[in-house]
């Protein structure tokens, strides 16, 4: 014991130490948490934490429970590595996880202390709510140069983290069933508000920031009456926040109505064996991960369910209504969002989209009176294939236009900056092959101007790097002041209404009209 508290007392006074320290001081490489020591290691201009739990594992009687405190540990605990992904299968680009045991955050510090307390900034990592994992993204060009704290939590993913069934509803849920991995995330940044000074950081200066279902998650905290208070602004990537109006096939990862998710729930049980409403629980409880990790991306997909609990209302009745926590935010998209979308389904399907397909497709979004209209207006002929002309009806209809509303909408109860991602070459996936179009500005291809991202190579070009250290110097001061100007940058003005956001590209940073780029007049006579 007395070698533990030796541990303690050393940990926490070379904490105690840096924050205290000189300009410039290098920092320790170990911190005292609530729950124990940790050990990091530091990189060129950074310090790097790995896998610290948040949370306990969320396994046995914690499956489907609202996430619990995490036990505490003796001595100092190696902080070195990435936490368990969290159970997923699969996917194109992401490799499969059959583990529970995954509530870890990773912490990134710059190397230095300024002997000032920094701002936080919380990221929630996107792949549809079904993958992905927080050390995916590599953060330290974003901590280093932009002088910020970066925490990325796992948070329980599919059916693991989104299950909504009446059976869950009781027990150790503290709230009602079918957000679970949003539970996690507020589990994460209250972890932020007790532990972020041990790094460093001012926990009343937390950013969440996240893209596409992170994106999401964003909206749905901001939206969630549970989250006021454990963030002071927000910014959200391309992310879908408005429910199915506006969903191009399937629901997947934007919030549904519950007695949706819990229908979809009731059926899932009863494929797998639990029917019976009195022992679903125990029997759901009972399923290896293996035999359920498989329905987290069924054709219905997983994300926020909305109704009582943690969620009463979406986000889009949220907003709509001022009824949601009041913090300034960054909000954008990408300007070809859905060019990803169709090079993974055709590379899914090893079936490039012919001018036939792209006509299905649009008969299964658009009422048929609507699809000569749109045919005329968006013909192949005017683009490199089939699969971009697609591409281009589904992006501006379901996401240049939608999120110009929801711009007009947040702008008019809280601080808003708009922007497009439209740099025109972005590097491409490392591991997704190339489709028959032009890639342009993708969805997520903004991701590796902000961080290292495992899936993609970054910028390549010196105009992309300079877009990269603009891009991170109007993040992070946004996140310390909720202002991204200042540093010599082009000047990005608030939304205020109309239809003017910052576009971000290499070739120039500058303003995009999105009604018009867009075609949104053309959209609100499309009745749908």
């Known amino acids: 014991m007395a070698v533990l508290a030796l541990c303690a007392a050393g940990a926490g006074a070379a904490a105690l130490a840096w924050r205290r320290g000189a300009s410039r001081t290098p920092a320790a490489t170990v911190v005292s948490t609530e729950t124990g020591a940790v050990r990091g290691r530091l990189a060129t201009n950074t310090r ?5 739990p948040y949370a306990a594992p969320p396994v046995g009687e914690l499956r489907w429970a609202s996430p619990q405190p995490a036990a505490s540990w003796p ?30 955050l990773n912490v990134t510090t710059p190397r230095h202390s300024s002997g000032r307390k920094l701002p936080v900034m919380v990221w929630i990592h996107g792949n549809g709510f079904i993958s992905g994992a927080g050390s995916l993204y590599d953060s330290q060009q974003l901590a280093g140069s932009g002088n910020v704290i970066v925490v990325s ?22 709230n009602l069933s079918g957000n679970f991995g949003l539970e996690d995330q507020q589990a994460a ?40 208070g454990l963030f002071q602004k927000a910014i959200v990537q391309s992310g879908q926040c408005t429910g199915r109006k506006w969903s191009p096939g399937p629901p997947t990862w934007f919030p549904l109505p519950r007695s949706e998710r819990e229908q979809h729930g009731i059926e899932v049980a009863a494929e797998v064996g639990c029917s019976a409403p009195d022992t679903a629980a125990e029997c759901l ?7 359920l990790v498989k329905w987290s991306d069924d054709g219905v997909g997983s994300g926020p369910t909305v109704g009582g609990g943690i ?21 954008g998209i990408t300007r070809d969002e859905h060019r990803l979308f169709t090079a993974a389904i055709e590379t899914a399907t090893s079936q490039e989209t012919t001018p036939a397909g792209y006509r299905e497709q649009l008969d299964e979004l658009f009422p048929a009176a609507e699809v000569e209209r749109i045919l005329a207006r968006y013909p192949v002929s005017r683009f490199h294939s089939a699969g971009e002309a697609l591409s281009a009806v589904v992006t501006d209809w379901a996401w240049g236009c939608t999120v110009l509303d929801r711009n007009r909408v947040l702008a008019a109860s809280t601080s808003l900056y708009a922007y497009e991602f439209a740099d025109d070459d972005a590097p491409w996936f490392t591991t997704l092959s190339k489709p028959n179009f032009p890639t342009g500005a993708f969805h997520g291809a903004e991701l590796q101007y902000l961080f290292a991202d495992e899936q993609l190579p970054g ?32 000047q990005w003005p608030p939304f205020r209404s ?7 590209a290499s070739a120039q940073i500058g303003s995009a009209d999105l009604a018009q780029e867009h075609q949104c007049a053309f959209w609100e006579s499309i009745g749908v």
């Open 48 to 52: 790097v934490f790995q896998g610290i």
């Open 75 to 104: 001595g100092i605990r190696d902080a070195t590595r990435p936490g368990n992904r969290c159970a997923q299968a699969e996917g194109l680009i992401d490799p499969a996880s059959s583990t529970e045991d995954c509530l870890y």
């Open 153 to 174: 939590p796992n948070y329980r993913l599919g059916i693991f983290g989104f299950l909504a069934h009446p059976a869950l509803d009781h027990g150790r849920a503290r």
């Open 189 to 228: 940044l209250q972890w932020v508000e007790r532990n972020a000074a041990a790094f460093g950081g001012d926990p009343g200066n937390v950013t969440i920031f996240g893209e596409s279902a992170g994106g999401t998650s964003v909206c749905a905290q901001v939206a969630a009456p549970g989250s006021a």
């Open 285 to 291: 409880r009972a399923k290896p991960v293996e035999e």
């Open 311 to 331: 969620l009463p209302l979406s986000p889009e009745s949220a907003f709509a209504t001022g009824r949601f926590n009041h913090v300034p935010m960054i909000q």
């Open 459 to 490: 910028p390549v070009t010196p105009a992309q790097r300079q877009l990269s250290a603009t891009m991170i110097g109007y993040w992070t001061r946004f996140a310390s002041t909720g202002d991204p100007n200042g540093g010599g940058q082009p």
């Open 498 to 504: 109309g239809n003017h956001v910052q576009s971000l």
